[in-house]
């Protein structure tokens, strides 16, 4: 079947006692057993739970897995792959990525006394120069998060298993719209389902799928012992917008690109970070790799200050202030104060994260709506320019 139709079939199959088409919801926690010391296929909702399962058969057969799990939030989902490892393991990440991820890599990690290094993983000399003896996992975002940076998922995958590592790789920005990770050789692919899976800013959960079957059973160990599982209705209602998955991110896709052309013609606007942009530096890798789309996600830098770009966030209509992405809404943000505010300064700024940046989920508004909107901004914190 295509993806599509995967995505409204595979694990949302019909109720077999009532017939309705959409399976219900199983908000209990509790399972009666067969008998004392046996076990039917659930038990407790920590250990599984039949509403989130439908959903991880979902996500499996749409990423090519052989197995999923639904995690409370894309953060918790994360941590998850990092207790693979133990005292004086490395982790290798990159160095366009989310926030959160820095903050656990860096200011938590260490407490178990694991290391994090971050490199541009657009430098695959870079990363080939960065791996040591000791290094377990490399973690990856394609596109990057906030300056939409493209990483061959292919070639880290070669890089990764030839030094002895795994291979994880954030797909939430591109969705497995746009990439699936494991069929290029990635181990494990992580979202924030928060974003474009549930699509409508109402759930918060996180997923990992995977493609070998005892990998699958070492993160399900970790997850069960640990505890931090998707709840039922979460899981209810990212089913429900996986469904639209496709529909949604194509046409965020389209429009994403016309506001990209439209920022990189502005006299106001220094600098586009798009990859469907054809003078973007990794616009050739992302055509091959991203298949019919270059995502909904832009930032762009303005040619003014901190406080200018502050005025341009806080004077959008239609884009709404916030942090978090991919949702049928359009949001605005600046990083240096929002998403990315974890970072060491200093980090920050030497990898590129600069205090004028602005980043944009583009939602499901009219793209002239949208277009409007950014132009009125842009009057407001650049007056006279």
């Not at 770009?309 to 240096?336: D, H, M």
């Not at 793209?367 to 007056?383: N, S, T, V, W």
Request: hydrophobic share 45%.
């Amino acid at each position: 079947m295509h993806f599509r139709t995967r995505a409204i079939h595979v694990g949302q199959e019909r109720d077999p006692q009532t017939g309705a088409v959409v399976p219900p919801i199983h908000l209990a926690s509790t399972f009666v057993q067969p008998g004392a010391g046996q076990w039917g296929e659930f038990d407790y909702t920590r250990s599984g739970n039949p509403t989130r399962k439908a959903l991880q058969t979902t996500l499996a057969s749409l990423e090519g897995g052989s197995g999923a799990l639904c995690f409370s939030s894309g953060m918790a989902a994360t941590h998850c792959v990092t207790m693979l490892l133990g005292s004086g393991d490395h982790i290798l990440a990159g160095a366009d990525i989310y926030g959160g991820t820095y903050r656990l890599l860096h200011k938590v990690l260490h407490r178990a006394g694991i290391e994090a290094t971050l490199v541009a993983t657009t430098d695959l000399a870079a990363v080939e120069a960065a791996f040591r003896p000791r290094t377990r996992l490399l973690w990856i975002e394609s596109p990057g998060n906030p300056l939409l940076s493209i990483t061959d998922i292919a070639a880290c995958a070669e890089l990764a298993h030839r030094h002895g590592a795994l291979l994880g790789v954030d797909n939430t920005l591109a969705t497995p719209v746009l990439t699936r990770p494991l069929e290029l050789g990635a181990d494990i692919v992580m979202h924030s389902a928060t974003k474009y899976l549930g699509g409508h800013s109402d759930l918060l959960g996180g997923a990992l799928i995977v493609r070998d079957p005892d990998l699958f059973k070492r993160l399900y160990f970790l997850q069960n012992a640990t505890g931090a599982v998707m709840g039922p209705l979460e899981s209810f209602l990212c089913s429900r917008g996986i469904k639209t998955l496709e529909l949604r991110v194509r046409e965020q896709c389209r429009t994403a690109a016309r506001l990209a052309e439209f920022l990189a013609r502005d006299r106001r606007v220094a600098r586009v970070f798009y990859p469907g942009l054809a003078d973007h530096p990794g616009h050739d890798l992302a055509a091959r790799q991203m298949q019919g789309g270059f995502g909904a996600m832009l930032s762009f830098e303005i040619a003014g200050d901190l406080a200018a770009a502050k005025r341009l966030v806080e004077s959008t209509r239609l884009f709404q202030l916030a942090v978090s992405l991919g949702a049928v809404e359009s949001l605005i943000e600046q990083p240096a104060l929002m998403s990315h505010a974890s970072y060491d300064r200093a980090d920050r700024l030497a990898h590129g994260i600069r205090d004028g940046l602005v980043r944009l989920s583009v939602g499901l508004e009219a793209e002239e709506d949208l277009r409007a909107d950014l132009e009125q901004a842009l009057d407001q914190a650049m007056p006279g320019m």
